[in-house]
Each structure stands twice: as structure tokens, then as C-alpha cells.
């Protein structure tokens, strides 16, 4: 079975600042890979997906996050943050063709962006 | 939000009860699933379902329950409600063709007292 870990819980960080949040997933075989943010009081939301190819993506909002296989990662990034990203970002993974489509996710890490 | 309900949105119950919580779709989609979201542990998957009256254990299934008799309703029920079921559910559903990627409710506060 899969597994995803994110490092960080919390991040604080000022507007304007560079964000990078880690992920690593444990997994023998091919994956697609998963960003999800939540808002403060709303459901989950895709910030962007990695399924093949071009191993740096680009999501909403400005985000982007690379797929480093020979580390099992696919940490998250923003150049420059905003207060309105401030929220809850979770990592998932998918293991590709196995039953049921099952998403793991991280426990989650919660940004909060000081004006 | 790919036309999906859940109710109640919230709910104060006592230990001991039973609890059913729905989820309700309008677009007719194959998969759907329950997770349960608590701090530090993200989300995790309780039941989910690929079909009319197909359902399959996520990662903490004990505890809980789930039917789908119909396509567009998938039931998670709590037979005897416990503190350590204190939660919020989503529910989610892939898109058919949507490749794996899942929509989410609104979520289901639930607080067992």
C-alpha cells in the first residue's frame, strides 16, 4: 500500500515570501500524483496533478510542483505568496491502474500567510 | 462542486447512537468515497464505492458502515457512535474519465459527546 508524508505541519511565512512544502510518498510501483488545498472553513480543492511527462507541473494560483522520482517526492511551490494562501495543503497519490482509485493523502501542512 | 450534497452538514450526537450520514450526487458518477479528515492525519479513506451495491474498506473502516443502493446516494453509517468518531467527513466522487481525480462535499462536522 502507498503512503505520503508531509514534513512540515505548520508554515508561517510573510506575503511576498517563496513557499515550498514537501511531500515524499512510499510506493514500489507508478503513481499520479496530487496537490489539494483547503480554505479555511471550505472543501478540498485540486491545485494540480502530475500523471506523466514533464516532471514540473503547474497548478492554479500560481503554484507549481515538481515529480523528483529517484526521491519519491513532489514538493509544492510559490514564488511569492499571498495573504489568500493562507490554508491547508494536502499532498496525495494514486497508484496507477490499482482498484478502486483510491487517493492516500499526507497529514496536511497549514500555511499561514502574515500580511 | 460536481453536484454533490452532504447532510447534515452538522451534527451533535451522543455515544452509543446511530449515525448515517448522506451523500448525495447528481451526475451519475461510478466511484465514489467517504474519508474522514482529523488534524495531523489528513484525510484517510473509510469505505468507498464503484457501483450500485459495490462497496470495498478504506484504511480505518472499524466502525463504520456504508450502502449504495442507488448511483447517486452513498450512506456511511456510524451502528454505535463512539468519541474517536468526533470527525469531519467528505465524501468525494471521481469523474467519470476524470482520471482519478476526485471532487469533494462540503463535509459533515460531526462531534460525539
Known amino acids: 500500500a502507498q503512503s505520503v508524508s508531509q514534513h512540515n505541519h505548520h508554515v508561517i511565512l510573510s506575503e511576498a515570501a517563496s513557499l515550498e512544502l514537501g511531500c515524499n510518498y512510499s510506493y514500489g510501483g507508478t503513481v499520479n500524483l496530487f496537490w489539494y488545498v483547503q480554505y479555511p472553513g471550505q472543501h478540498l480543492q485540486l491545485l494540480l496533478k502530475?500523471?506523466?511527462?514533464?516532471?514540473l507541473v503547474k497548478g492554479i494560483k500560481g503554484f507549481e510542483a515538481e515529480f523528483i522520482k529517484s526521491k519519491f517526492s513532489f514538493n509544492l511551490r510559490k514564488p511569492s505568496v499571498q495573504w489568500s494562501d493562507t490554508a491547508e495543503y494536502f499532498c496525495?497519490?494514486?497508484?496507477?491502474?490499482?482498484?478502486?482509485?483510491?487517493?492516500?493523502f499526507g497529514g496536511g501542512t497549514r500555511v499561514l500567510v502574515k500580511p | 462542486d460536481a453536484g454533490i450534497t452532504q447532510s447534515p452538514r452538522h451534527k451533535v450526537t451522543e455515544t452509543g447512537t446511530p449515525v448515517t450520514l448522506r451523500c448525495h450526487q447528481t451526475e451519475n458518477h461510478r466511484y465514489m468515497y467517504w474519508y474522514r479528515q482529523d488534524p495531523g492525519h489528513g484525510l484517510r479513506l473509510i469505505h468507498y464505492s464503484y457501483g450500485v451495491k459495490d462497496t470495498d474498506k478504506g484504511e480505518v473502516s472499524d466502525g463504520y458502515s456504508v450502502s449504495r443502493s442507488k448511483t447517486e446516494d452513498f450512506l456511511l453509517t456510524l451502528e454505535s457512535a463512539t468519541s474517536s468518531q468526533t470527525s469531519v467527513y467528505f465524501c468525494?466522487?471521481?469523474?467519470?474519465?476524470?482520471?482519478?481525480?476526485?471532487?469533494f462535499g462540503s463535509g459533515t462536522q460531526l462531534s460525539v459527546l
Open positions: 502530475y500523471f506523466s511527462g514533464d516532471p
Open positions: 496525495a497519490v494514486n497508484a496507477r491502474g490499482a482498484a478502486g482509485n483510491k487517493l492516500t
Open positions: 468525494a466522487i471521481k469523474a467519470t474519465g476524470g482520471r482519478e481525480k476526485l471532487f
